[in-house]
């Protein structure tokens, strides 16, 4: 592809719109509606034909055929009331009865004859304590099971998962797990994390699949969240929370060097939520707004300002700031939700939404504890809105088709503008070891940089239920996302005219490029094929997904930039577009209605993250790269393959009793062109390290679930996850950091960073029927890996990850007492976080001890001794009130 033209970039961009096209429809939604499918038969088992089936107050149902059995698709995820009846037979009421999304709910139901009309049969479902039909696993988690729980945000209530260890989905590395919000990706495509923080009261279903998941997935290797937002309602509705809360030190203040004072008002949250109908036919809307103030427990003082001038010379330390303190790490954070739905459109249902966060505030930096305003300021304006159209095209047969623009723009520095004459009045950041063990004492953080990512994502897909046991999806995605990151100008001290300067850099390639735009392309389609039998669960599909970098490599790697004398020269060659077809299978074999046995295999492929694989990627940089000599600043390489994750999993589920489930999985990934560094020799005998397919890992564990769903008014939950993860490398750079410290580059394998071998959750849940409910969580975890040194200094380090970290555990608590006043509900609840005041949880110890609180060298390490950033944060107590009209106030209205 050598010298590939603008025109030959179009061909291949027409080239894979049109191959999406063919292949079933452009562009796929992740499910974000459930299925009902059932029997109704009559007592003597026979089928009841034509019989009705309405969720009531949905435009939703069917009649049984002649085997009696009945399909309703694309139901939204809840918490239903079925009617089921038929001339001639008893109607039954079914309440109770939850749908979860991407998931069929079986309900069959049996019909008593009835000469007369009969008064309505109630009947309560009980969801089923395991799902006998699943084929992997899954967790869902419903609107009402989170808010029992003491959690806030989308991610908290992902950490609580099987298998989940700190946002690792079953070993793999960070920037794994594709997360959507009704079905559509929020990940940022810069480091493929998560853009947006949600609100706990926004969920309606949280889905987590650590396991192998079906092909309309894409983007990820280890997991995927999908959490489904809540409508509007068709009567006016609103609720507010309000909650203020701070950290309650205990005995051992002197590890974390902070006093006993209670700053109550140190957290602070307000939301509102508002949901009723528009004066618009069969439309109705959400409004949320929530403001989140955040003071970290780590206080500063401003001893200093950053323009203060001292003479080190002679241990003269000039301050002239105010004394004051200030918590040195904070959140100020803006967050929301506007949704509008429609079904006046005659069989479609229309969404328009749009989540929003503003986020202000600065990382704690124990180095700036004196001088607080000299440290840098983190901005996060991000926002994902677009359009979602269901369409029924008949009986059997709907399309979803969704546009979405997702805008991100993260900024941290000190000041925005880089010629800004506060720079030059403060310089750069200064300490002394005769001060405060070298804490900076006076000028500000040059550190600058700028993230922002605009992207467009088109998705579609049509499912059909072509019998009643087999459901067939098809579809496929475009995105155009537009990632720009670098530093908005660097600064730096340097000898101008014979005297030391401020200098700027601004967009001086190579060594000082800026921020930089990259447009790369990304298509994906895929079919998937469900069939549901009474013994039997497939699923069976195959994705395929198309990555396009649009950018350029050097056209001989052995003379990168051109530079070498004697050598012919090499114009940059195009990078070439990637395409890869990764099969998923996945077999429930129901033993009985109580049991079942499941088996999945599944190829995962995910493009690398763009911040990696761009970043560095400007090879001119080794224009001045003599012969003989080794660089280990990695190049960035955006011509790499997508990394793969082949998993296997083998699971038996299995309800005890009435109350009790079992869930167990054995599980194995192997993963493969994971980005590493390769060394590229150059014709004048140099060396430079550069990004590619390389390294490589494998996971082996398995998880043991205990769900207790009632015993009486109690619900108890346990997990536990074995799991050992090894690989050649945790990150993409390591062997180069190996190789410039003198140790063996060469491949092998060593515990992954996050290798926890051992975690548990532990969730209690207690509600009564007075108004009172508490809920516990407890996790426990082993060590993670450390590399052991033997002795202080350069070279003494042990095998890679040879020792193990201490283990802990930490619990959370939450408890709330309803009631309700002149037809208003009040929630009178309560949260602690580190009921146990834990100091230590897999955070930092000394490579000397394994000990986060103690070194064999006290005098090498008396920085990091005196550091209380690197303990878990301290107990944490908040008290809030919640406000919503109570029944009695309903009824008044009407």
């Known amino acids: 592809m050598r010298g590939l033209t603008t025109t030959g970039r179009a061909g291949r961009l027409t080239a894979a719109v049109a191959w999406l096209v063919l292949s079933g429809s452009v562009p796929a939604a992740a499910g974000t509606t459930g299925k009902l499918s059932g029997q109704v038969v009559d007592q003597e088992k026979k089928p009841v034909?034509?019989?009705?089936?309405?969720?009531?107050?949905?435009?939703?149902?069917?009649?049984?055929?002649?085997?009696?059995?009945?399909?309703?698709?694309?139901?939204?995820?809840?918490?239903?009331e079925i009617s089921v009846g038929r001339l001639g037979f008893e109607k039954k009421l079914v309440t109770g009865l939850v749908v979860s999304a991407d998931n069929t709910t079986w309900?069959?139901?049996?019909?008593?004859?009835?000469?007369?009309?009969?008064?309505?049969?109630?009947?309560?479902?009980?969801?089923?304590?395991?799902?006998?039909?699943?084929?992997?696993?899954?967790?869902?988690?419903?609107?009402?099971?989170?808010?029992?729980?003491?959690?806030?945000?989308?991610?908290?209530?992902?950490?609580?998962?099987?298998?989940?260890?700190?946002?690792?989905?079953?070993?793999?590395?960070?920037?794994?797990?594709?997360?959507?919000?009704?079905?559509?990706?929020?990940?940022?495509?810069f480091n493929n994390e998560p853009s947006l923080k949600i609100d706990r009261s926004l969920l309606q279903e949280v889905q987590v699949i650590s396991g192998t998941f079906d092909a309309e997935y894409g983007q990820a290797m280890s997991g995927v969240v999908n959490a489904i937002l809540k409508d509007g309602t068709p009567d006016f509705r609103w609720e507010t929370e309000v909650f203020a809360g701070g950290w309650a030190f205990s005995n051992g203040n002197d590890r974390r060097l902070t006093g006993d004072n209670i700053e109550p008002l140190s957290i602070q949250n307000y939301q509102l939520n508002l949901s009723g109908p528009l004066p618009v036919k069969d439309t109705v809307y959400l409004l949320s707004g929530r403001r989140y103030h955040f003071d970290d427990y780590i206080q500063g003082e401003r001893r200093f300002v950053p323009t203060d001038s001292s003479d080190f010379?002679?241990?003269?330390?000039?301050?002239?700031?105010?004394?004051?303190?200030?918590?040195?790490?904070?959140?100020?954070?803006?967050?929301?939700?506007?949704?509008?739905?429609?079904?006046?459109?005659h069989n479609a249902r229309i969404n328009y939404q749009a989540l929003f966060n503003v986020v202000d505030g600065r990382r704690n930096n124990f180095a700036f504890r004196y001088n607080p305003d000299g440290a840098t300021t983190q901005k996060t304006r991000s926002i994902n809105h677009g359009l979602d159209w269901t369409h029924t095209l008949s009986k059997s047969t709907f399309l979803d088709a969704t546009v979405r623009h997702s805008y991100l723009h993260y900024t941290d520095f000190a000041y925005e503008n880089l010629y800004d004459s506060r720079y030059d009045n403060a310089g750069p950041p200064l300490a002394d070891d005769a001060y405060e063990l070298g804490a900076n004492i006076q000028g500000v953080d040059f550190g600058r940089f700028e993230q922002t990512t605009n992207a467009i994502l088109l998705k579609t897909s049509v499912v059909s239920q072509v019998s009643s046991a087999h459901q067939l999806k098809a579809g496929g995605e475009i995105q155009f996302p537009k990632v720009s990151f670098g530093s908005p100008g660097y600064l730096s001290f340097g000898t101008v005219a014979g005297d030391q300067a401020l200098v700027r850099h601004d967009r001086e390639?190579?060594?000082?490029?800026?921020?930089?735009?990259?447009?790369?392309?990304?298509?994906?389609?895929?079919?998937?094929?469900?069939?549901?039998?009474?013994?039997?669960?497939?699923?069976?599909?195959?994705?395929?997904?198309?990555f396009d970098a649009r950018s350029k490599i050097p056209g001989d790697l052995a003379n990168p930039a051109n530079a070498i004398e004697g050598v012919p020269t090499a114009p940059a060659k195009a990078t070439t577009p990637k395409f890869s077809a990764a099969p998923r299978l996945g077999v429930a074999y129901p033993i009985g209605q109580s049991a079942a046995l499941h088996f999945a295999y599944g190829h995962f492929y995910q493009f690398p993250a763009i911040g990696t694989v761009f970043s560095n990627a400007d090879y001119s940089v080794l224009a001045n790269l003599q012969a003989g000599d080794i660089t280990y600043g990695v190049l960035g390489n955006p011509d790499v393959k997508p990394e793969k994750t082949i998993q296997y999993e083998f699971g038996y589920k299995h309800a005890l009793s009435q109350d009790i489930g079992l869930d167990f999985n054995i599980f194995y990934k192997d993963i493969r062109q994971l980005l590493g560094t390769e060394f590229?020799?150059?014709?004048?005998?140099?060396?430079?390290?550069?990004?590619?397919?390389?390294?490589?890992?494998?996971?082996?564990?398995?998880?043991?679930?205990?769900?207790?769903?009632?015993?009486?008014?109690?619900?108890?939950?346990?997990?536990?996850?074995?799991?050992?993860?090894?690989?050649?490398?945790?990150?993409?750079?390591?062997?180069?950091?190996?190789?410039?410290?003198?140790?063996?580059?060469?491949?092998?394998?060593?515990?992954?960073?996050?290798?926890?071998?051992?975690?548990?959750?532990?969730?209690?849940?207690?509600?009564?029927?007075?108004?009172?409910?508490?809920?516990?969580?407890?996790?426990?975890?082993?060590?993670?890996?450390?590399?052991?040194?033997?002795?202080?200094?350069?070279?003494?380090?042990?095998?890679?990850?040879?020792?193990?970290?201490?283990?802990?555990?930490?619990?959370?608590?939450?408890?709330?007492?309803?009631?309700?006043?002149?037809?208003?509900?009040?929630?009178?609840?309560?949260?602690?976080?580190?009921?146990?005041?834990?100091?230590?949880?897999?955070?930092?110890?000394?490579?000397?001890?394994?000990?986060a609180f103690y070194s064999r060298f006290p005098a090498a390490d008396e920085v990091a001794l005196n550091d209380p950033s690197r303990y878990y944060a301290p107990r944490r107590i908040e008290i809030g009130l919640k406000f919503s009209p109570g029944e009695s106030s309903d009824k008044g209205d009407k």
């Open 49 to 80: 034909v034509a019989a009705t089936v309405l969720l009531v107050g949905q435009k939703l149902g069917a009649v049984t055929d002649a085997a009696g059995k009945y399909n309703i698709l694309n139901i939204p995820p809840g918490t239903y």
């Open 107 to 189: 309900l069959d139901v049996t019909l008593g004859e009835a000469a007369v009309e009969m008064a309505e049969v109630v009947v309560t479902a009980a969801r089923p304590t395991v799902d006998v039909n699943l084929t992997s696993s899954k967790q869902v988690l419903t609107t009402e099971e989170i808010e029992e729980l003491p959690v806030q945000e989308l991610q908290d209530v992902v950490n609580l998962q099987a298998g989940v260890v700190e946002g690792h989905f079953r070993g793999g590395r960070s920037g794994e797990v594709q997360y959507q919000v009704d079905g559509v990706s929020i990940n940022n495509a």
């Open 313 to 345: 010379a002679n241990n003269v330390f000039r301050s002239s700031g105010d004394g004051g303190s200030e918590p040195l790490g904070y959140t100020r954070e803006w967050s929301g939700v506007a949704k509008i739905t429609t079904t006046a459109v």
């Open 509 to 546: 390639p190579p060594d000082f490029p800026g921020v930089i735009t990259y447009n790369p392309f990304i298509a994906a389609a895929h079919v998937q094929e469900s069939a549901e039998l009474r013994d039997l669960t497939l699923r069976a599909g195959i994705r395929f997904d198309y």
């Open 680 to 851: 590229v020799s150059t014709y004048n005998g140099a060396e430079y390290a550069r990004l590619t397919n390389v390294d490589f890992g494998d996971v082996l564990g398995f998880t043991l679930a205990l769900d207790h769903r009632r015993l009486g008014p109690l619900n108890v939950g346990f997990d536990y996850t074995w799991q050992q993860a090894i690989g050649n490398s945790s990150d993409p750079r390591e062997t180069a950091t190996r190789a410039s410290a003198n140790e063996d580059p060469r491949p092998r394998l060593v515990s992954f960073n996050w290798d926890q071998r051992h975690t548990v959750n532990l969730t209690l849940s207690y509600r009564n029927a007075g108004g009172f409910s508490t809920a516990m969580v407890l996790r426990a975890g082993s060590g993670q890996p450390y590399t052991p040194i033997i002795e202080s200094g350069f070279g003494n380090g042990l095998d890679t990850n040879s020792g193990r970290k201490p283990g802990a555990a930490t619990m959370d608590i939450r408890a709330e007492k309803s009631a309700t006043f002149s037809g208003l509900n009040v929630g009178l609840f309560g949260r602690v976080f580190n009921l146990m005041d834990t100091r230590y949880f897999n955070g930092a110890v000394f490579n000397s001890t394994g000990s």
